[in-house]
């Protein structure tokens, strides 16, 4: 994913360290747009009081921490979110969404969503918060907010092995893309939600 | 703290490994019960279908990954949290706490509590949210829920480095112990913000 002025994404200066989030990112090697401009819009959203959504960090498995140089870590690794990667608060509403990007044309593959997820989003549901994800199909350079519904739909009952791009183009949001925020995905929100 | 009937907090033995937040509390070798009791009680709400609260991982500041080895991260710190240790959903409200203990039997001592914290629970307060503190004092085996809008009021008008023990017996709610969940504090929750 580009930004529509065609200009690859730069990090920004400010962003010295990186976080376990960044590390398990760039281990996977993939997300890392997506990720990024998720990131820098909720910083916007947090930034102009519109909403407030935060990431969860990457939980890590320790194996051994070395106490004697003051707690460090010498041996962990990274481990699957069990949850979502993002939750947060707008106009009072829970919110709780998972964000993926594939490069497939014609449909989304539900290979990366774990059985945990599904089982969390649900609940989200059942206690009356709002769950969705955030699905960017990098080759059409779209994004869309599908409703957690139906990807539990296709991940219990269809049995499939993804959700075809059709769904998306009918029961999705487009978000619109933009320089601040990156990511207009607060107007879906309030488009699918709060009208 | 200890249970009502004088056992000491037993881990769960299907607990094997280590988390990120374990090994961090550990470190610090402060907070251990009441975090381990917020984190079974969430455990009992979340199977009982009451509510949905996870815990933010220890975010951790990786300086050195050796991928020859499966992404095995040699070099680590864990770093402080800078919003609340945990967020989640009840009746479709968005909710966000920070909980921690004392051992001061006359006030609860702020130092422990960042200007990013209370950043972060003004801006929950501001989209409609539900922010407060959950504070065990360890000595009178007495835990409360404390309204954010306290202890935000102390941490900047007052500058004082302490809430007084009354504004907690006047002002929070006392929350029940018990087996199941430890800490009832959801029911602390209802009374104080559903009632």
């Known amino acids: 994913m580009r930004y529509p002025n065609g200009k690859q994404y730069q990090k920004k200066e400010t962003k010295k360290r990186k976080t376990s989030s960044d590390i398990s990112l760039s281990a996977a090697n993939r997300g890392m747009d997506l990720e990024n401009d998720i990131n820098e819009s909720n910083e916007y959203y947090s930034e102009h009081d519109i909403a407030l959504i935060t990431k969860r960090p990457t939980p890590i498995n320790i194996v051994k921490v070395d106490y004697s140089k003051g707690a460090k870590i010498v041996d962990a690794y990274f481990e699957k979110q069990s949850t979502t990667d993002y939750n947060g608060v707008y106009k009072g509403k829970y919110l709780d969404f998972e964000a993926k990007n594939t490069k497939n044309k014609t449909s989304f593959p539900l290979a990366n969503i774990t059985s945990h997820q599904i089982i969390h989003l ?30 539990i739909h296709f991940y219990e009952k269809e049995k499939r092995k ?24 607060i107007d879906a929100v309030e488009e699918k939600y709060f009208k």
Chains 1, 2 share one sequence.
């Open 162 to 185: 993804s959700i075809p791009y059709d769904v998306f183009k009918k029961e999705g949001i487009l978000i619109k893309q933009g320089y601040h925020p990156r990511l207009h995905y």
């Open 122 to 151: 649900k609940r989200v549901n059942q206690h009356g918060g709002i769950a969705f994800f955030i699905i960017a199909f990098e080759s059409l350079n779209e994004v869309y907010l599908l409703d957690s519904s139906f990807v």
